[in-house]
């Protein structure tokens, strides 16, 4: 595979503005906004009226974050992370991005699928290849990358017991992280663990089960809720964000919060 985007230089990274790091990290102690960007797939994704109740966990995490840390969701249904570049959706966040701004990236579920070149990427080479091309270019913008492992499905064994579903995929991107001193956000064991303290019964209130559809993939209100706090606590304990940057980390969330708009974008 070729990635002829990623062209990140010294030069680059010399030319992120005065006050930043390379990884856009303010060394100035001066509160300004700072974007935080979804790079992802439906399980993140805005959804619509025609859509709900199902919810992507990124509608749900302004919730738990100030408003001068707004979130710019940009993650699409479908996306694997090859499909989400070659589509020049990676180019139009870069294109938005300031520095200090932080691009959060969580893909796996539709890189899974063999069947599909448009789609697939190999956990230990292509996978690791498109998600450092996420680091370096937003490194080159001034933005701070920020890993997140895919959001567990609700699957469970004959003893009830909650099971992981992602393959090498979720240890590739800590195994990457770790290389590339990226902060990365273990949502997949943190959401394995949830679905197993929820248990078979109790996790379908939080996935899209509806009277026609038992989807184990996709989340309603609550599940959406559940996983955003779970992304919230992450960026805190990870030093991402610091305390003051997030709220109502302990509080209950009115599924009315939600709201799905008319039309896609």
Do not use: C
């Amino acid at each position: 595979m070729s990635l002829t985007r990623r062209q990140v230089t010294a030069a680059a990274l010399a030319a992120v503005p005065v006050g930043f790091s390379a990884t856009g990290t303010a060394q100035s102690a001066e509160r300004r906004t700072r974007t935080l960007y979804i790079a992802g797939d439906s399980t993140a994704a805005q959804k619509y009226a025609d859509a709900a109740p199902e919810t992507g966990w990124g509608m749900a995490l302004p919730f738990f974050l100030h408003k001068d840390r707004p979130v710019a969701n940009h993650a699409v249904n479908g996306r694997s992370s090859k499909s989400f570049v070659d589509e020049g959706r990676l180019d139009v966040i870069l294109g938005l991005t300031q520095p200090g701004d932080l691009l959060l990236v969580q893909f796996a579920h539709n890189d899974e699928k063999t069947t599909d070149p448009t789609r697939y990427t190999e956990p230990w080479t292509t996978y690791q290849d498109y998600l450092r091309l996420y680091i370096e270019s937003a490194r080159a913008h001034g933005a701070r990358p920020v890993l997140a492992t895919p959001v567990e499905r609700r699957r469970f064994d004959v003893g009830g017991n909650a099971v992981p579903s992602h393959g090498d995929y979720p240890a590739a991107m800590r195994a990457l992280a770790k290389t590339e001193r990226v902060a990365v956000l273990d949502v997949q064991a943190l959401s394995l663990a949830l679905w197993q303290e929820l248990g078979v019964e109790e996790t379908k209130r939080y996935f899209n089960w509806t009277g026609t559809e038992q989807d184990n993939t996709h989340f309603n209100p609550p599940g959406a809720i559940a996983v955003a706090r779970l992304v919230a606590r992450e960026l805190v304990r990870t030093r991402v964000l610091e305390p003051r940057d997030v709220r109502r980390l302990d509080e209950e969330i009115p599924e009315g919060w939600i709201s799905w708009p008319e039309g896609a974008a």
